[in-house]
């Protein structure tokens, strides 16, 4: 499957922004998605993660109460509602994707599938 990311830019703190990723080349539907990000010098982290039928949710706790993952199986993307920006969500934000159903999965190591990532800066 391919991926897409797109949506981010630059805000300040306090606002709001939703990213965007677009999946292509297979069964949507099959794949746990997620969003992970990294800041430059750190290495990349988990933020949040979907199953197939969206129903299951899994979040970073520094994201928890302030970004909402979503996914519309009609139209092949998931997206990451975030909130209440603070200077510390300023990173290079990548989808990625495996096929199955666990979202306990939070290490970038199993995921197969990536997209290019999408900058965020926050401002203060």
């Known amino acids: 499957v391919q991926l897409q990311a797109s949506g981010g830019g630059l805000v300040q703190a306090g606002d709001s922004l939703r990213l965007s990723c677009a999946a292509s080349?297979?069964?949507?539907?099959?794949?746990?998605m997620a969003w992970f990000r990294q800041a430059p010098g750190k290495e990349r982290e988990f933020v949040a993660n979907?199953?197939?039928?969206?129903?299951?949710?899994t979040y970073a706790d520094s994201v928890k109460g302030r970004f909402t993952m979503s996914r519309d199986n009609t139209k092949n993307t998931v997206y990451l509602q975030m909130n209440s920006l603070k200077l510390g969500d300023t990173a290079v934000y990548y989808c990625?994707?495996?096929?199955?159903?666990?979202?306990?999965?939070?290490?970038?190591?199993?995921?197969?599938?990536w997209g290019q990532g999408t900058h965020l800066t926050v401002s203060s």
């Open positions: 080349g297979g069964i949507f539907l099959t794949y746990v």
């Open positions: 979907i199953n197939g039928s969206g129903v299951r949710k």
């Open positions: 990625a994707a495996f096929r199955g159903a666990y979202i306990g999965r939070t290490s970038p190591n199993g995921y197969h599938y």
